[in-house]
C-alpha cells in the first residue's frame, strides 16, 4: 500500500462519490473554501493499491503560535477523517499522518470521526450529534412534541412569525444575525469569507432559512444539503425575537423545509450532553449520535485541542460578552481561525 500526497482532484472526487461512508467534506473542494478563508495547508493524502485509490486523508495544517500548531481532518466541521476500501488502506493513512504531523512540527492530530485504524491514539468523544429521522407522514413528529413547544411554534405564527427559504446568496440577511448572536455568547465569529466562500464552491447546495418578525429579520440558520441529508452546522436568533420563539419556529420550519423537499434526515449539528444547546436540540426527537474524534500527539506529549467550550476560555467568554459588535467582529475572525 503506497500513500502520496495527492494533486488530482478528478480522481479524488470520483472515490468519494461512490463511497457509502463519504461525508460532504470529503470533498476536493473543501480544501478552497478553507484555504481561501483562513490561509491554512491543505494536506491530502491517498493510499494507493496499484493505480486504484484504496482510501483517502483531508488534512489541514493550522499554524498557532497560541494554540500550537496541528493538523486537523476537517476543522470547522463535525465530519472528516479516514474515508478507505480497506483496513490496511486505514492503517498506511494513519502511520504517513503521522509522519506528516513530524515534518511539519505538528503537536497533535484530530481526526474528526472516520473510523479508528490507530488503537493507539486517544478516542475523545466530548460531544454529540443531533440527527432527526423525518417520517413519511410529518404529522407524526410534530404530534410527538411536547405540547408547550406545539403552542409556541404556533403562536410565534400568529403573532407576525414568517419563514421564507433562499439560496446562500441571503448571507447578507443571515450573517448580522450570526454575528450578533456568537458576540452575546461570548464566542469569536467566523469572518463573512467563510460562508461566501462556502456558498461559492458549494452554490447548489446551500439554503439559508429566514425567519422574520414583522418582515424584519429575527432568526436564520445556514443548511448544507448532501445526499438525503440537511445539515445545519449553525443557527442563530435575536435576543429582540425570543420573546415570540423565534428559534423553536426557526427549527421546525428546517425540519418542515426538509420533509417538503424529500429529505431524510435533519442534522441539527453538533452539541455538547448536558449543555443548553442539547437541552434545546431534545425537543426535536432527534437520535444521539457520539462524535469520536480520534487523536494523536507526539510520545510523551498530552492531547489538548482548543476547544470553545474549554475551562481556560471561560473568563475570555465573560469579557466578549460586553466587546462591542464592531470590535467583536473585526478582532473574532482573527482568533477563531485557530480555534477549528
Same mark, same amino acid.
Given at each position: ?64 503560535? #497560541? ?9 470547522? !466541521? ?66 410527538? #412534541? ?27 440577511? !443571515? ?36 425567519? !422574520? ?9 445556514? #443548511? ?23 428559534? #423553536? ?92
Amino acid at each position: 500500500m503506497n500513500v502520496t500526497s495527492w494533486k488530482d482532484g478528478a480522481s479524488w472526487d470520483a472515490f468519494v462519490h461512490l463511497h457509502t461512508g463519504a461525508v460532504n467534506y470529503h470533498h476536493w473542494h473543501w480544501q478552497d473554501v478553507i484555504r481561501e478563508t483562513y490561509g491554512h495547508e491543505p494536506v491530502y493524502l491517498a493510499a494507493t493499491d496499484g493505480d486504484k485509490i484504496a482510501g483517502v486523508l483531508p488534512l489541514f495544517f493550522i499554524r498557532s503560535r #497560541l494554540f500550537s500548531n496541528s493538523l486537523v481532518s476537517v476543522p470547522f !466541521f463535525t465530519y472528516g477523517g479516514i474515508l478507505c476500501d480497506t483496513r490496511a488502506a486505514g492503517e498506511a493513512l494513519v502511520t504517513e499522518a503521522e509522519q506528516v504531523a513530524k515534518q511539519l512540527g505538528a503537536r497533535y492530530i484530530e481526526l474528526r470521526a472516520g473510523g479508528n485504524y490507530a488503537p493507539g491514539w486517544t478516542d475523545l468523544t466530548p460531544k454529540v450529534t443531533m440527527v432527526v429521522d423525518l417520517p413519511e407522514d410529518l404529522d407524526q413528529l410534530w404530534t410527538s #412534541l411536547n405540547a408547550k413547544v406545539r403552542k409556541r411554534i404556533r403562536y410565534a405564527h400568529k403573532n407576525g412569525i414568517t419563514v421564507d427559504c433562499r439560496c446562500g446568496d441571503a448571507i447578507s440577511g !443571515f450573517y448580522p444575525i450570526f454575528a450578533d448572536n456568537m458576540r452575546n455568547l461570548g464566542t469569536p465569529v467566523y469572518p463573512r469569507s467563510w460562508f461566501e466562500n462556502i456558498h461559492r464552491h458549494n452554490h447548489s447546495s446551500v439554503r439559508i432559512l429566514m425567519v !422574520f418578525d414583522q418582515s424584519r429579520p429575527s432568526a436564520a440558520a445556514f #443548511l448544507i444539503i448532501y445526499r438525503d441529508t440537511v445539515e445545519m452546522p449553525w443557527a442563530a436568533s435575536l435576543e429582540s425575537g425570543r420573546r415570540k420563539f423565534t428559534p #423553536l419556529a426557526l427549527y421546525w420550519s428546517v425540519i418542515e423545509w426538509a420533509h417538503q423537499n424529500s429529505f431524510r434526515k435533519v442534522d441539527l449539528g453538533r452539541c455538547t450532553p448536558g449543555s443548553g444547546n442539547y437541552d434545546f436540540k431534545r425537543h426535536w426527537r432527534p437520535t444521539e449520535q457520539p462524535l469520536h474524534w480520534h487523536c494523536w500527539a507526539p510520545a510523551g506529549s498530552e492531547v489538548h485541542a482548543p476547544r470553545r467550550d474549554d475551562a481556560k476560555f471561560n473568563l475570555a467568554v465573560n469579557v466578549w460578552k460586553h466587546l462591542p459588535l464592531p470590535v467583536a467582529n473585526t478582532i473574532g475572525p482573527l482568533i477563531v481561525r485557530c480555534i477549528p
